[in-house]
């Protein structure tokens, strides 16, 4: 069974630039969650989706910011604009519907804004 | 918003020690979870804590779930050179819509040769 996969691994965009990330939950797996982590820090949440349905986006910066988890293929999450501030790592994790609790996560994007 | 403080933020051991670390929280979870993250890798999941009181072991590894729903540690017996990594903690309140994990600030675990 095939882990939480996250692509690209690295990303690297200039000041303004778009950036997509996206996300291929665990097989089973019908909830996704989107975390970003600074360095020396830990995970903050960013949003949750399940299905074509956002269910909380309170971490979520209000501008720019933008996930889906469409019917069919894999979760996005899309910064516009991207400022220097954005480069972080992404995570995402998802978990199976039965569980509600625990979270799987994939390898992360790391995203760096020159 | 929730707030989970970790500690200690850094050890420094021998191999064969064993470790003890905690998290503690401004206010209630219903679950508490225990992640070690690898340099450039995310965080994995080594323990899932669903009751107050609840003790769980999974090898080396022992956690428990504070009575009062605030608190957790985690346990690590004999330490070996692939313990080394940060681990967090995570508490999820567990409502419905509002699964998502809160992370303490890492512990960060060193091996002294």
């Known amino acids: 069974n095939a882990g939480v996969m996250q692509n690209p691994r690295h990303l690297v965009r200039r000041r303004g630039q778009e950036a997509r990330l996206r996300c291929s939950p665990m097989?089973?797996?019908?909830?996704v969650y989107w975390y970003r982590q600074l360095p020396e820090e830990g995970l903050k949440f960013m949003v949750y989706?399940?299905?074509?349905?956002?269910?909380?986006e309170s971490g979520m910066p209000k501008e720019r910011f933008s996930a889906e988890f469409p019917k069919e293929g894999p979760s996005i999450l899309r910064i516009q604009q991207v400022v220097r501030g954005d480069s972080a790592a992404y995570f995402c994790?998802?978990?199976?519907?039965?569980?509600?609790?625990?979270?799987?996560f994939g390898p992360g994007t790391r995203l760096t804004v020159t | 918003g929730q707030q989970l403080n970790q500690s200690p933020q850094s050890m420094f051991i021998q191999e064969g020690e064993d470790v003890s670390m905690n998290c503690t929280s401004s206010?209630?979870?219903?679950?508490w979870l225990w992640y070690k993250q690898d340099p450039g890798e995310g965080p994995v999941l080594l323990i899932a804590?669903?009751?107050?009181?609840e003790l769980t072991s999974n090898g080396r590894l022992t956690a428990q779930f504070g009575i009062t729903r605030k608190d957790s540690f985690l346990n690590i017996s004999a330490s070996i050179p692939s313990d080394v990594g940060i681990y967090f903690c995570?508490?999820?309140?567990?409502?419905?819509?509002?699964?998502?994990?809160?992370f303490g600030t890492g512990t960060r675990l060193t091996i002294i040769p």
């Open positions: 994790a998802s978990s199976p519907r039965d569980s509600g609790c625990e979270q799987y």
């Open positions: 097989k089973g797996h019908s909830h």
């Open positions: 989706l399940q299905k074509e349905n956002i269910i909380d």
């Open positions: 206010s209630i979870f219903n679950t």
């Open positions: 804590l669903y009751k107050a009181g």
């Open positions: 995570a508490g999820q309140e567990w409502d419905f819509g509002n699964e998502k994990l809160t």
